[in-house]
């Protein structure tokens, strides 16, 4: 008997949907060849929660989500029929509570009561509402959103007002304040420019100044250390000897000063005594006198005669200077 080509591609066909459904069954880990044992869970609200999605107790996969249905017309609760898909010991008092997390699907987590009796096939779970991390942003965010958009309405009717009260001449003023703003930016660039600008010059100037200093670096070392040997031996001198020696000659002075100033003194009688003064420089006159007469006229003062001796007169009452002894000899 010959098969045609249509009931090839037909048995093909249904081979390939039969392959594609244990497949997929397979990746959600559903077997299709064992019964279904169903517990059952009643929520307000399901959130993401949707078919095939996993159910754990402690973090560890027991089954999948079979079925979702809503109780009543208006929607106030929801069964969730949970596939156990492994025998596992639910104590009855356990509570179901759907996990958002912020990556991946979400799930139910079975948290598990301390009666000593266990679910069975059939038996509905207390649900229990999950406080998790998004619902507390969510209730930490929706208020700062509301503050945002009122200030935004705000700042909207703020502009509105703005632009109804800017006036032509005004938006003119705008417009100049922006282009001198523009010029002003213009200027910045050109000093700010890395070539041609002052800035750029008066770094290229400091960097030739310290290249400066460190070419001459072995110099100034010399000087710093020059100076610095200078004041070593400075520092060694001794200085207070020569204070005090110096200390000494003044007070020798000041008793030197007192002393010639002290009437008791001779130079102190001279100096404060006016008569005396005028007596010693008569006495000295006079004995010039005699000196130049003796000078002018030796033979006066000396001279031998059998018969005595002749009074020669023409005395001198004053000195006279060297200039008329010398011509007096001539």
Do not use: C, W
């Not at 282009?179 to 700010?192: G, H, V």
């Not at 041609?196 to 290249?211: L, Q």
Request: aromatic content about 6%.
């Amino acid at each position: 008997m010959k098969v045609s080509n249509e009931t090839k591609v037909g048995a093909l066909t249904v081979i390939a949907l039969v392959f594609l459904i244990l497949g997929f069954n397979f990746l959600k880990n559903n077997d299709l060849f064992s019964k279904r044992k169903l517990i059952y869970a009643i929520f307000p609200n399901l959130g993401s929660l949707s078919r095939s999605n996993d159910v754990k107790v402690n973090g560890y996969r027991i089954g999948s989500i079979y079925k979702l249905a809503k109780t009543d017309k208006d929607a106030n609760q929801f069964v969730v029929a949970i596939d156990v898909a492994e025998e596992v010991n639910i104590p009855k008092d356990s509570k179901a509570i759907i996990s958002s997390p912020l990556i991946g699907a979400s799930f139910i987590n079975i948290e598990k009561g301390k009666d000593s009796s266990y679910l069975k096939i059939g038996d509905t779970l207390q649900s229990k509402e999950d406080k998790n991390l998004m619902d507390d942003v969510k209730a930490e965010v929706t208020p700062t959103l509301q503050k945002v958009r009122g200030s935004l309405d705000t700042l909207n009717l703020l502009i509105n007002n703005v632009n109804s009260v800017i006036d032509a001449s005004a938006k003119q003023n705008l417009h100049e304040a922006l282009a001198n703003l523009n010029k002003s930016s213009q200027s910045i660039k050109s000093l700010l420019d890395a070539e041609t600008g002052a800035i750029a010059k008066t770094i290229n100037s400091a960097n030739e100044f310290i290249n400066n200093i460190k070419k001459n670096s072995e110099n100034i070392n010399a000087t710093i250390a020059n100076a610095k040997s200078l004041s070593d031996k400075l520092a060694k001198l001794e200085l207070q000897p020569t204070i005090d020696s110096l200390q000494s000659t003044i007070s020798l002075l000041k008793n030197s000063a007192a002393k010639i100033t002290s009437k008791d003194g001779s130079l102190g009688a001279l100096i404060s005594d006016r008569t005396l003064y005028d007596q010693i420089n008569r006495t000295i006159i006079k004995a010039q006198t005699l000196v130049d007469d003796l000078r002018v006229h030796p033979k006066r003062y000396v001279n031998l005669s059998i018969f005595g001796k002749k009074d020669k007169g023409d005395y001198l009452n004053l000195p006279v200077g060297d200039s008329a002894f010398l011509d007096n000899k001539h």
